[in-house]
Every structure is written in structure tokens, then in C-alpha cells.
């Protein structure tokens, strides 16, 4: 990890950037990923916590390139863990890792991370009315679908906000 790859990543905003592309619809498998790392490390913070370490999570993981990501082996995650500007959730990290392969099995079913996603998308109503509810929504279907293909750390109601976070879904508050 470069030294100045940490400067650049200090001068960043990450919550202003997560909170400006946040509901904006992308089929972009990096940002796909970018949103699930989010979403990974994000229970137990804020949300502003979690997104302001985006600078750190590109850095960090590849540029957020699930393939790359995929391949790391025990060596750059132990790095990763030391790493003093990362989040050092040893469980969230590996998830991450976890969670790029799983990407990488999609195919060939799926040509690609996006298509998977996308493929949850309603084909009618896709606003969210009321507080998000990942029990009893379209996060839960997700979730459970994720987990079954080796997914891990993707709870439904986080799965739902990341499903409205990418765009699959609106959200309309009363």
C-alpha cells in the first residue's frame, strides 16, 4: 500500500460521496461492490463512519474490483488488517473477501455482478413507502439469496437499503 495512495485517500470526503451517489441507479459492478463494502462494515457504526472510509476501502480492496479482490490471499488480508486507517473488523474483512468470490461464481449464470442485481428489480412498483423494512421486503428475497450463494455479513434490512442505494429500489418517505 502506497503512502501516497493514504495521502490522496485523507484528502477524500467518503460520506459525501457515498451520500451524493446514494439512491442513484448504477449497473457499474464496482460501485455495486463499493455500496456492498459499505454495507458490510456499516452495522454496529453510522452510516457517515462506515461511508467516510470509502477513500480507505478503495484503496484497500482493489479499487473496489470484485475479480482482484477475489484472489487475495491470506497475506494481503492480514495486511489489511493492520492497515491503522482501515476499520480492523477481522470478520468483515474476510467477508469482503467472501463476498468477491461469490461475485466471481456468478458466472455463468450471470454475466456479471450488475445483471445479478438488477435482476431482483421489480417490474412494476419499486418504491419503498414508509421506513425501510428488510424483514418483510424485497431485501429479505435478496439476502436470503445472496446467503445461499455464499454470501456473508448481508442481512435483509441491509440488503434493502443497499437495494435502494443502487437504484433497484425508491425510497418515499411519508
Request: aromatic residues 10%; negative net charge; charged residues 25%.
Amino acid at each position: 500500500m502506497k503512502k501516497e495512495g493514504r495521502a490522496m485517500a485523507e484528502e477524500r470526503n467518503g460520506a459525501a460521496e457515498y451520500h451524493a451517489m446514494f439512491g442513484q441507479p448504477t449497473h457499474d459492478d464496482r460501485r455495486l461492490f463499493e455500496f456492498l463494502v459499505v454495507a458490510v462494515f456499516q452495522p454496529g457504526l453510522s452510516w457517515k463512519a462506515a461511508a467516510g472510509k470509502i477513500p480507505v476501502f478503495e484503496r484497500v480492496f482493489a479499487g473496489f474490483d470484485p475479480a482482484v479482490v477475489a484472489g487475495f490471499d491470506e497475506e494481503t488480508i492480514e495486511e489489511i488488517e493492520r492497515d491503522p486507517e482501515m476499520i480492523r473488523n477481522p470478520r468483515k474483512i474476510r467477508a469482503i473477501v467472501t463476498n468477491a468470490r461469490a461475485i466471481v461464481q456468478l458466472a455463468p449464470e450471470f454475466k456479471n455482478f450488475a445483471d445479478y442485481w438488477w435482476s431482483f428489480a421489480p417490474s412494476t412498483d419499486n418504491i419503498v413507502r414508509g421506513p425501510v423494512n428488510g424483514q418483510a421486503g424485497l431485501g429479505a428475497v435478496v439476502a436470503k439469496d445472496m446467503k445461499k450463494r455464499g454470501f456473508t455479513f448481508v442481512g435483509p434490512t441491509t440488503i434493502e437499503l443497499m437495494l435502494v442505494g443502487t437504484g433497484v429500489l425508491q425510497h418515499e418517505r411519508d
